[in-house]
């Protein structure tokens, strides 16, 4: 099992976030912790971030916006679980003026 960082990492570059809310609990009780990242972030936030990221809890759950527009969503499925990309659809010609 990765840790979040580093599944996260498998997907982008550390360059591409651009801010980030992530929530995660070690067992299955509800207690939730956070891991936020605001934009216009500094790089010892930036590290910070990445070093609380560096765990491998039971839940994870959030997202982390990408400077290009598109975000990365974690999902969770029957144990399978792991970040995708999302982006918004290309608008159809028929709607383009």
Not at 49 to 70: E, H, K
Not at 88 to 96: A, D, F, G, H, Q
Request: hydrophobic fraction near 35%.
């Amino acid at each position: 099992m990765f840790s979040i960082k580093d599944s996260m990492l498998r997907r982008i570059t550390i360059t591409q976030i651009k801010c980030a809310f992530v929530k995660y609990s070690h067992d299955w009780s509800g207690d939730v912790e956070y891991i936020k990242l605001k934009v216009n972030y500094t790089n010892k936030e930036l590290q910070h971030f990445l070093d609380s990221m560096s765990i491998r809890p039971a839940y994870i759950d959030g997202t982390i916006w990408l400077n290009d527009g598109r975000w990365l969503a974690r999902y969770d499925d029957d144990g399978q679980e792991g970040w995708y990309i999302e982006s918004y659809p290309e608008i159809p010609k028929e709607l383009l003026k």
